[in-house]
């Protein structure tokens, strides 16, 4: 662990230090790594759920206005927007603009923009752009550890994406408790500081690098800890 080097993350403020093997690795650490490909997958997921929340139905506590409640519009058309297929941008337009523009820009939109534009920049003339959010997310999340690599915008990726979702989960949104990371203690297994404490009470610790998934009991992890503070305070 003393050949690791300090390097900041592009999307997060933080320093993260990289094991030697992934040096050639930049720009992202690797639990904003984690959470995009969750982010993507709850897109995926969102936009699946968004139909069901079409119709307004009662019971929305923002329509209710000194006591009254406003005559509602047959259906949200906010999520209709969200739900139309892709529209053809005449530049790439950054997700602030097409807000204050047209109301919401599709999810299949703003996600095939940036298929257009990974596949550009990758130059190796992928055919068969996904027509299904449901396949774009996949197809994106497939080349997300290049994106995280090697793509000089992928910081801008993030922000959009993010901003996506925060938007698509006032509607789909189930706030699921998400782990606490565990900040810099590196994995036993896969040696990535990608370790978070499970929310569901049991203390648990999991590596959340997808290909690691290792699990550490409370104590396990206690022991863990101060081993590897033994290991950097004796040098
Ligand atoms: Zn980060
Ligand atoms: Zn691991």
């Known amino acids: 662990m003393t050949d690791h080097v300090e390097v900041r993350c592009v999307v997060c403020p933080q320093l993260h230090s990289r094991a030697p093997r992934h040096y050639e690795r930049a720009q992202v650490c690797e639990p904003c790594r984690a959470r995009l490909a969750q982010t993507l997958t709850d897109i995926g997921r969102g936009h699946g759920d968004l139909p069901q929340h079409l119709e307004r139905g009662a019971g929305f506590g923002q329509y209710v206005r000194g006591g009254e409640v406003e005559a509602p519009l047959p259906f949200r058309e906010d999520v209709w927007d969200l739900l139309l297929p892709v529209r053809p941008t005449p530049n790439v337009v950054g997700l602030d603009d097409l807000l204050c523009q047209i109301g919401h820009v599709s999810v299949a939109t703003l996600l095939d923009s940036w298929i257009r534009d990974w596949c550009h920049l990758r130059g190796k003339s992928e055919r068969g752009r996904p027509g299904y959010v449901s396949a774009m997310v996949v197809w994106l999340g497939n080349r997300l550890e290049w994106a995280c690599d090697h793509h000089p915008a992928v ?63 409370a104590d396990e992890y206690t022991r863990w800890v ?10």
Do not use: H
């Open 226 to 235: 101060r081993l590897v503070a033994a290991a950097v305070s004796g040098g």
């Open 155 to 217: 910081d801008e990726f993030a922000s959009e994406i993010n901003g996506l979702w925060s938007v698509m989960r006032r509607y789909v949104g189930v706030d699921e408790p998400r782990p606490t990371p565990c900040r810099g203690v590196p994995c036993r297994r896969c040696d990535l500081k990608t370790l978070a404490r499970l929310a569901d009470g049991s203390g648990d610790v999991e590596c959340q690098n997808a290909a690691c998934r290792t699990v550490y009991r």
